[in-house]
């Protein structure tokens, strides 16, 4: 499983009952399902990885989040994830809400646009930046609306929502350096965050 | 299982509809309205192998006017069973791995005890005496087929339309007798717009001067008007507008140009007409009025209390797919049943397909719906079978 998915499901209580957003093809359920003791529920809207989770056994709603979440009822679910997903969205804004509706606690895990990596790639190279985590060229990136760190805690506060748990990550997607947490905009190359209502 | 010379390849070859008697006068159907029948029999066919410890187990549900014959040839026939394309060897129900078991439904007319069987009070066809029953009584009439087989557990409840509300009856009413369900364009629960057609349809065969009461095998005739009229709107009901367009347009029946009069000048009037007039050599007007009846009652949901506590029990894995071109039982349709599964807890993955046949897609050889219900049947075979684990503790 990739790193930052651990440090997703670290921040999952066990057994709790889990919507992954932008599942993929349903590791991070299964690890949670088959090791955790949770039980959960995908949404995905790639016919490919649909499948992946079918042929996995991982329950999954082929749906596209921009519409919302009107398969799932409010409160219906512990947790809501959304990995490396946010940023793909066309209405961010509109996810996190719908997430906080079906759930009291979201997981945001999103690339850092701020990173300094990207910052340099930018200003010294005059190229859109890319990254381990941000592979993609411009021209064929689902990534569509990239945020930095103090961006999206500003949407956080907007929103009225808490950030109750905040784990900077490295370009690897790993737990980033102690040295990191100092000027963690610059530094990080993502985070995830346990939000609540 | 014999494999006729002439079968194609993929088929499950030879097969022959088998009849049970599965309710007699000593042991009575009670149907969930408290009125008992008898006798019960019942028309089944089966395909592939039952294995050792009986967990391979497939039911075949089918929508308003199917039959027993799912699959297959029989001696003689040209045309396979109407799901020969989803049941066979590779096929997304894979009769090399699965034992399938599919019944004509109570009340129908294609050897399982219906309105046209004969009344043992009196002897004459039960017309419309035959009691009324809910899809919860179709369920427990096939729930006895699979004690006669000595099945105690399926693998899988699988069905369209009608079907699907069977799979989905079973599942929720018997939870521990249903590993997965597989729902296909059905719905928890017919909308106005459904009722609607449903209810023309009827009005259609019972007004036609030869309904005599639901009595005309008595009087030695039938409402054929009627019930092919029902069959011409229902069929509408059952393509797309897109899927009507390509196939028809505007073009004329054997013509260069238009008669201008009453007959049938558009290939589309043909085809209905021929879709009315074959009907009536296979079905049974008043096992029309009882089958359409029963989808108008069906609302498993309707005491949502009441269902939500038997949902609480489910962890019947359920596959839920809809057409973007149905509009007999459209996507909303799914969707509200997803919702209402995902809110109890009940594993379930959906899927809208892309077709433009309408209601009639899911009889077809949509690749990705195929794909789909393939590789969902292959995972509950690993689960129910193989021993790999399901999603956790079972419910989600």
Request: with cysteine.
């Amino acid at each position: 499983m990739r790193p930052d998915l651990g440090i997703v499901a670290d921040m999952v209580p066990r057994g709790s009952r889990v919507l992954d957003l932008g599942c993929g093809d349903g590791a991070l359920l299964e690890e949670l399902i088959r090791r955790r003791g949770c039980s959960g529920q995908g949404v995905e809207v790639s016919p490919d990885a649909f499948h992946a989770c079918v042929s996995r056994g991982i329950p999954v709603v082929s749906a596209d989040i921009d519409q919302g979440l009107p398969d799932f009822s409010d409160g219906s679910f512990d947790v809501v994830v959304l990995s490396q997903t946010l940023q793909t969205t066309y209405r961010p804004a509109l996810v996190l809400r719908e997430m906080m509706r079906v759930a009291e606690v979201g997981i945001v895990s999103f690339p850092n646009f701020g990173h300094i990596g990207l910052r340099l790639n930018l200003m010294l190279r005059g190229r859109m930046p890319s990254s381990r985590l941000l592979p993609h060229r411009w021209y064929e990136t689902p990534n569509i609306h990239h945020c930095t760190i103090v961006d999206f805690e500003e949407l956080v506060r907007a929103e009225d929502l808490v950030a109750v748990e905040r784990v900077l990550l490295n370009s690897s997607g790993g737990p980033a350096g102690p040295w990191v947490q100092r000027r963690p905009n610059l530094l990080a190359a993502g985070a995830a965050y346990l939000l609540r209502r | 299982m014999t494999t006729a010379g002439t079968a194609p390849a993929g088929s499950v070859g030879r097969v022959e509809t088998r009849r049970a008697t599965l309710f007699t006068q000593d042991q009575p159907l009670i149907l969930e309205s408290g009125q008992r029948l008898a006798p019960v029999e019942v028309a089944y066919e089966t395909y592939g192998e039952l294995n050792e410890q009986r967990s391979n187990a497939v039911f075949i549900h089918h929508a308003l006017t199917g039959d027993a014959h799912a699959a297959g040839y029989h001696e003689g026939a040209t045309r396979p069973g109407w799901w020969d394309n989803f049941i066979g060897p590779g096929k997304p129900v894979d009769t090399d791995r699965l034992f399938v078991v599919c019944a004509n439904l109570l009340g129908g007319c294609m050897g399982t005890t219906g309105p046209a069987s004969p009344n043992p009070e009196t002897g004459d066809p039960y017309g419309l005496r035959f009691p009324l029953f809910t899809v919860g009584d179709l369920v427990n009439v096939h729930r006895a087929l699979l004690r006669h087989l000595g099945i105690r557990r399926l693998l899988a409840a699988v069905g369209g339309s009608l079907g699907g509300m069977q799979a989905l009856q079973w599942s929720i009413e018997h939870p521990d007798e249903v590993h997965s369900a597989v729902v296909v364009c059905s719905t928890a629960r017919l909308s106005a717009q459904n009722i609607a057609f449903s209810a023309v349809a009827r009005e259609a065969i019972m007004r036609d001067p030869n309904f005599h009461g639901g009595d005309y095998q008595r009087h030695g005739v039938r409402p054929d008007a009627g019930l092919s009229v029902a069959r011409m709107m229902a069929h509408i009901t059952y393509l797309s507008e897109e899927g009507m367009r390509r196939k028809f347009g505007r073009r004329l029946q054997d013509r260069e140009s238009p008669r201008f009069g009453f007959d049938v000048d558009f290939q589309v009037e043909s085809y209905l007409h021929h879709q009315g007039e074959a009907f009536l050599k296979r079905f049974d007007a008043n096992s029309y009025l009882y089958l359409t009846r029963v989808m108008d009652y069906f609302d498993p949901f309707g005491d949502m209390v009441a269902a939500g506590a038997k949902l609480e029990r489910v962890d019947t894995r359920f596959l839920v797919m809809s057409f973007d071109s149905d509009w007999r039982f459209d996507t909303a349709h799914s969707r509200d049943l997803v919702r209402i599964l995902a809110a109890h807890r009940v594993p379930v993955t959906f899927r809208e397909i892309a077709s433009p046949h309408g209601h009639d897609s899911f009889l077809l050889e949509v690749p990705e719906y195929h794909r789909t219900v393939a590789s969902f049947m292959r995972r509950m075979e690993a689960e129910a079978i193989g021993g790999v684990p399901g999603d956790g503790p079972g419910r989600v």
